[in-house]
């Protein structure tokens, strides 16, 4: 399989930590069962944004990734790496400049979002069998985005629901200010006694 060994360490001076390496081997273990519409969990993932730590420009590069990505749902059974260049990548990114690419693509990896699988010269590219299917593929894993999918999900649910309750709530308040500068304004017409101008 080829998701099955993702490289631990990374190739050349990346930087690497105990915690990154933990979510990197708990993101091997893909449910073969389960599957995802890849646009569904970068919809949610854009909506859990905050809680997830990332900006909207390395939404922009996980948007590109997964653009590469060639069904529609992710799925162990059809392999989750995706292998583009960085002229590629930076292309469907909208022009991104490699430099700043390169740093979004870390903080994706740092987020948990998608990891590194390295090949040993760090180039990204795939093997093909025999038959013309590819065997092995060197690049950017999706992997955690099935793996977290329950939870970006429910982060993404979660985000939305406050974002509702906060509007009606908006909603209260306007109608409450209407209705106390309105009964002031009715309470001067009648002259009825008290401090009016306060309450307006």
């Not at 979002?113 to 038959?131: C, F, Q, V, W």
């Not at 209260?172 to 209407?178: E, T, V, Y």
């Amino acid at each position: 399989d080829m998701n099955s060994d993702i490289v631990a360490t990374p190739f050349g001076r990346r930087g690497v930590s105990l915690c990154r390496l933990a979510r990197q081997f708990a993101s091997k273990s893909v449910d073969p069962d389960k599957s995802i519409d890849k646009w569904k969990i970068f919809r949610a993932a854009c909506e859990a944004r905050p809680y997830l730590g990332i900006s909207d420009r390395s939404l922009a590069v996980l948007n590109a990734l997964i653009s590469f990505y060639p069904k529609a749902e992710l799925s162990e059974e059809n392999g989750l790496v995706v292998f583009p260049s960085n002229q590629q990548l930076s292309l469907r990114a909208h022009g991104m400049p490699e430099q700043t690419l390169r740093r979004h693509l870390a903080a994706l990896v740092d987020a948990g979002l998608i990891l590194r699988k390295d090949s040993p010269n760090g180039k990204r590219y795939a093997r093909k069998d025999r038959s013309g299917d590819i065997s092995e593929a060197f690049g950017f894993s999706l992997a955690p985005l099935i793996t977290r999918s329950d939870e970006i999900l429910a982060i993404a649910s979660q985000v939305v629901d406050d974002r509702i309750q906060l509007q009606r709530l908006r909603e209260k308040i306007s109608l409450c200010r209407r209705d106390i500068i309105r009964f002031a304004e009715i309470a001067v017409e009648e002259n009825v006694r008290g401090d009016w101008s306060l309450f307006q």
